[in-house]
């Protein structure tokens, strides 16, 4: 029986087709390994968002020349850097057998047995040029408590920090009824929350059917428990988005919808074509509807040209928009993109450190102080795993992190649990069931006496 060995770098999107590519495989025979050295086939799905990553990944290539001398292996490189770089990753890696873009998953199997038959090397990373895309089902062997499933691929928005226009393509959006069809079989296979994903979200567009009306045909999904989504993108965040939050049962009630900066000319910079003002009057009108929604969000700090004002503008805006939680990140350039080209990255390492240090310890400030407001309440947790220390996590509606002593057969199902103590970016609790437990075990040794 063939094996392969599947590497998989950067985000979200990439784990889910690694996913599908070992759908494809299995039902080829193919086996899972982790043993590089002794697979068949050797799959590295790659990602290009940050510069150092791909260097590394470069190097990891380079070190499979003397194995690929000493056996016969298939080398296959999918993913951003396959789709950047194409045919001059033979140039680069001349024992590389197969690259392939992210429109081409589906060609694995076919890629693999030519490359098998002929001794060839094949290259194809065209993007197809259909504003929509199918893609198989992915059903993993066991599906898992809480999944995700790709809705619309590539972006439009050429935001002038980020690569992924370049690498994944434009918007591309699946069908309602794939999508539809995909989380029925996963909710049949004990699924009991779906994350829809895709790189612009509510951007969704499948023949006039908008983001919205496909939040609505989910949500009618018999035995469904939780949707989730990521990541929008602001400009496209509307009062009818805001109405699912409010019709929606299923919806759950967390929002990460990133802003990047909290200075309009940087906003500018980055092309991101809203202002700090419109943002926050969004998440206002979205809070009012729904006082419970927990908000969360993406920022850079560092961008060429941000001066100490226009970072201070952006702390400014976590104390207004009081968030729950945030990703910050240092600017990295990356090459290929407009802001490498157009703009000097001229805050130095040291200070966009210093930033990212400062908005860091400001955000965990404001993340206790939201969290504390918590202590004390019951919320219905949807147990995911076991943690290191033996504890059982989970995630409540509005995305908080619980950890809790319980019984790891728990895991996949729902418990109403107390948020005994806030950290900044988790809960201590307690499952009301052990409670219960509990009092049972001290009356028991009391009543033999
Ligand atoms: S919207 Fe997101 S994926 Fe698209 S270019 Fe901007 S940062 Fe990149």
């Not at 939040?215 to 400009?235: A, E, Y």
Request: charged share 25%.
């Amino acid at each position: 029986m063939p094996s392969f060995h599947l590497k998989t770098y950067g985000c979200q999107m990439n784990v889910y087709d690694s996913a599908r590519m070992e759908n494809l495989l299995k039902p080829l025979g193919y086996h899972s390994t982790d043993d590089m050295d002794s697979a068949d086939l050797i799959l590295f799905n790659t990602c290009t968002v940050r510069e150092k990553a791909k260097h590394k990944l470069m190097s990891e290539i380079g070190k499979l020349k003397e194995l690929k001398q000493k056996k016969e292996v298939v080398l296959a490189i999918g993913g951003c850097v396959a789709q950047e770089e194409a045919e001059k990753l033979f140039r680069k890696a001349p024992h590389i057998d197969i690259v392939f873009g992210v429109d081409q998953i589906d060609q694995l199997p076919q890629l693999i047995s030519q490359v098998r038959e002929h001794k060839t090397q094949i290259s194809l990373t065209a993007f197809d040029t259909d504003p929509t895309f199918s893609l198989s089902y992915l059903i993993p062997d066991r599906c898992p408590t809480s999944a995700y499933v790709t809705i619309i691929k590539g972006c439009d928005k050429f935001c002038s920090f980020c690569i992924v226009p370049m690498t994944r393509g434009l918007e591309k959006s699946r069908s309602p009824q794939e999508i539809i069809g995909e989380i029925q079989k996963l909710v049949q296979g004990g699924t009991q929350e779906v994350t829809l994903l895709g790189q612009n979200v509510n951007s969704y567009d499948y023949k006039k059917i908008y983001f919205p009306e496909l939040l609505r045909k989910v949500d009618q999904i018999p035995g469904l428990r939780r949707i989730r989504f990521t990541s929008p993108h602001p400009q496209d965040f509307n009062d009818e988005m805001i109405s699912c939050y409010v019709g929606l049962p299923r919806l759950c009630k967390h929002l990460h919808l990133p802003v990047q900066s909290g200075n309009n000319d940087v906003l500018h910079r980055m092309r991101r074509w809203y202002t700090v003002e419109d943002y926050v009057q969004k998440i206002n009108k979205l809070r009012e509807a729904v006082p419970a929604v927990s908000v969360s969000t993406d920022i850079i700090v560092g961008f060429p040209g941000e001066t100490l004002l226009q970072f201070e503008n952006t702390l400014h805006l976590l104390e207004t928009v009081n968030y729950d939680f945030v990703y910050s990140f240092k600017y990295s350039e990356r090459s290929g993109t407009r802001a490498a080209r157009d703009f000097e990255d001229d805050v130095p390492e040291a200070e966009k450190e210093r930033r990212l240090a400062i908005l860091q310890r400001l955000q965990d400030r404001i993340s206790l102080h939201k969290n504390k407001m918590l202590e004390g309440t019951l919320e219905e947790v949807l147990i995911e795993k076991q943690s290191l220390d033996g504890k059982l996590q989970g995630r409540t509606d509005s995305f908080k992190i619980v950890h809790f002593e319980g019984n790891p057969s728990c895991i996949g199902q729902f418990k109403m649990v107390r948020l005994d103590k806030a950290l900044p970016h988790s809960f201590l609790g307690t499952a009301l069931d052990q409670q219960r437990s509990s009092k049972v075990y001290f009356q028991q040794p009391a009543s033999k006496i």
